[in-house]
């Protein structure tokens, strides 16, 4: 006999599928390999209607390395577009609106299929933040604004400037931590 709270999520689901229509879905695995531990990502998925409020975005800490990637998918109902932007945060550096996944962009297509093609992957590694197809092509999404301080004193960091960046960052680089909590 089925429990009534499985029921219950089957109807749901079914209801949102009714209602949704035909959508397309787009699936990234978010990897951290940055050189410390400690990467954040609060994101939301924008664009499309009902359905892409019901996607799957990361929210809060990335663990370090390949066995703890985020699985991302974006929702979006057939004819829109729809994006999943996000807060970054790093060893003190913040990054607002940084796009993590865009159903525009010529790649996104090769992101449908993680069972047939293999997974696309958004990879923090080298200060910046590349998308990765499972045929080898991709994307530098951005440069992140990793700043080098030559001293640290309790929460305080002197000497501090941000090294050159061959591309435009992957977002807008915010000052503070209190930006970053304004999402």
Same mark, same amino acid.
Not at 60 to 78: C, F, N, Q, S, Y
Not at 79 to 86: E, K, L, N, P, S
Not at 147 to 168: A, E, I, N
């Given at each position: *006999?089925?429990?009534?709270?499985?029921?219950? !999520? =089957?109807? =749901?689901?079914?209801?949102?599928? =009714?209602?949704?229509?035909?959508?397309?879905?787009?699936?990234?695995?978010?990897? #951290?390999?940055? $050189?410390?531990?400690? *990467?954040?990502? !609060?994101?939301?998925?924008?664009?499309? *209607?009902?359905?892409?409020?019901?996607?799957? !975005?990361?929210?809060?800490?990335?663990?370090?390395?390949? =066995?703890?990637?985020?699985?991302?998918?974006? *929702?979006?109902? %057939?004819?829109?577009?729809?994006?999943?932007?996000?807060?970054?945060?790093?060893?003190?550096?913040?990054?607002?609106?940084?796009?993590?996944?865009?159903?525009?962009?010529?790649?996104?297509?090769?992101?449908?299929? $993680?069972?047939?093609?293999?997974?696309?992957?958004?990879?923090?590694?080298?200060? %910046?933040?590349?998308?990765? &197809? $499972?045929?080898?092509?991709?994307? !530098?999404?951005?440069?992140?604004?990793?700043?080098?301080?030559?001293?640290?004193?309790?929460?305080?960091? &002197?000497?501090?400037?941000?090294?050159?960046?061959?591309?435009?960052?992957?977002?807008?680089?915010?000052? #503070?931590?209190?930006?970053?909590?304004?999402?």
């Amino acid at each position: *006999m089925a429990r009534p709270a499985a029921v219950a !999520v =089957a109807v =749901a689901l079914a209801a949102i599928a =009714a209602v949704a229509g035909a959508h397309e879905s787009y699936y990234v695995s978010v990897e #951290n390999h940055l $050189p410390e531990r400690g *990467m954040k990502l !609060v994101c939301q998925a924008a664009g499309g *209607m009902f359905l892409t409020e019901l996607s799957v !975005v990361p929210r809060g800490r990335v663990p370090h390395g390949k =066995a703890g990637r985020r699985i991302t998918e974006l *929702m979006v109902e %057939a004819g829109r577009d729809g994006w999943v932007r996000c807060n970054w945060a790093y060893a003190g550096n913040y990054v607002a609106g940084l796009v993590l996944l865009d159903s525009r962009w010529p790649e996104a297509g090769r992101c449908q299929d $993680p069972g047939g093609q293999g997974l696309c992957r958004v990879v923090f590694e080298h200060d %910046a933040v590349f998308l990765k &197809t $499972p045929d080898g092509g991709g994307r !530098v999404i951005g440069d992140l604004p990793v700043k080098r301080c030559r001293g640290h004193w309790l929460l305080f960091s &002197t000497g501090c400037s941000y090294p050159d960046h061959p591309h435009p960052y992957a977002g807008r680089r915010l000052g #503070n931590a209190f930006q970053y909590f304004a999402f």
